[in-house]
């Protein structure tokens, strides 16, 4: 069965601090991998995606995420973060067809 | 310049009376999707449409229907809402099994 756990469901930095969020992923096959951010009272939007080839992935606004398939991880990494990033992050794969699955979620909260 | 959009945006609705969420799309993609997402718990794939072709997700209620009249629009439709089913319901499209675009989404009080 697939499934997506993030591990923290809450985080607190300070502006400039750096982030690592973690996501581990359940699946025996070929996967695609995505984060997702929801920012406040807005939609989810894509941060960053992989499918193949080099598994450091760069996304948006300076996020960027490691593919290792030996530890079925996908943390999403920022060397410093804004107040502007407070969100909830959603980190999420995609088996064989069109279904996603999604983890529960992490919500960061970035104190000015 | 709104991609996918949802309506109403809230939705206020008694126990037990039919309910249908809109959901447009300007993308013209061929793959239509609806979440369910409750609070603090991860969005969970009810159905999508490819095409006009209807894939239901083996657990999702019976309550839930859908229906897409054409490429730009997909109606979620609940018979009849109970209490478990108020959440945010997201709407989200994709090209083939390209990225997926997600909407506002549409938060469904059930009274």
């Known amino acids: 069965a697939q499934s997506v756990s993030q591990h923290n469901h809450h985080v607190i930095l300070s502006e400039a601090a750096s982030l690592e969020l973690g996501c581990n992923y359940s699946y025996g096959g070929t996967v695609n991998l995505f984060w997702y951010v929801q920012y406040p009272g807005q939609h989810l939007q894509l941060l960053l995606k992989?499918?193949?080839?080099?598994?450091l992935v760069k996304g948006i606004k300076g996020f960027e995420a490691e593919f290792i398939k030996s530890k079925f991880s996908f943390n999403l990494r920022k060397p410093s973060v804004q107040w502007s990033d407070t969100a909830e992050y959603f980190c999420a794969l995609r088996g064989g067809g069109f279904k996603t699955i999604f983890g529960a979620g992490t919500r960061l909260f970035v104190k000015a | 310049d709104a991609m996918v959009i949802q309506n109403p945006r809230y939705q206020v609705t008694q126990f037990g009376k039919p309910v249908t969420l809109s959901c447009s799309q300007t993308l013209n993609h061929n793959v239509m999707y609806w979440y369910q997402q409750k609070s603090s718990q991860a969005p969970k794939l009810l159905f999508h449409?490819?095409?006009?072709?209807?894939?239901n997700e083996a657990d999702t209620p019976d309550n839930f229907q859908s229906r897409r009249p054409n490429t730009s629009f997909c109606f979620l439709d609940i018979r009849s809402p109970g209490l478990g089913d108020a959440a945010m319901y997201l709407c989200?499209?994709?090209?083939?099994?390209?990225?997926?675009?997600f909407g506002p989404g549409t938060r469904l009080l059930v009274l």
């Open positions: 449409y490819y095409d006009k072709d209807f894939n």
């Open positions: 989200a499209t994709s090209r083939e099994e390209e990225t997926q675009y």
């Open positions: 992989y499918f193949s080839g080099d598994p």
